[in-house]
Nanobody, 118 residues
Framework: QGRVVESGGGTVQPGGSLKLSCTASGFLTRGYHMSWYRQPEGKQREMIAS????????FYADSVKGRFTIERDNDKNAAYLQMDGLRLEDSAVYYC???????????WGKGTLVTVSP
């Protein structure tokens, strides 16, 4: 049974940085597009960054472009989200999502909480 687990969340002041990790098990990330979503309290979940299975294409939502960087390391079966210049509005639960490039199941993590507070 495959799964992904997020880590690295926490509380940080505005302007600070955090790096989230998404560690996969039970499947190989090299066959999966990896994405980060976030869901602020009381709002809908939104995709903020994604990277194709071999890393050739990367997408960022306008809200995080220039501040966040998505990376992947297929040798470590993991993906990452480096978050710099954090703002109050970045506070949310951050989720990792793995979607198959070819066929198979997709996987959601349980999320990690990021709180940006003065």
């Amino acid at each position: 049974q495959g799964r992904v687990v997020e880590s690295g969340g926490g509380t940080v002041q505005p302007g600070g940085s955090l790096k989230l990790s998404c560690t996969a098990s039970g499947f190989l990330t090299r066959g999966y597009h990896m994405s980060w979503y976030r869901q602020p309290e009381g709002k809908q979940r939104e995709m903020i960054a994604s990277i194709t299975h071999l890393g050739g294409n990367i997408f960022y939502a306008d809200s995080v472009k220039g501040r966040f960087t998505i990376e992947r390391d297929n040798d470590k079966n993991a993906a990452y989200l480096q978050m710099d210049g954090l703002r109050l509005e970045d506070s949310a639960v951050y989720y990792c999502h793995a979607s198959p490039a070819y066929q198979g199941l997709d996987y959601w993590g349980k999320g990690t909480l990021v709180t940006v507070s003065p």
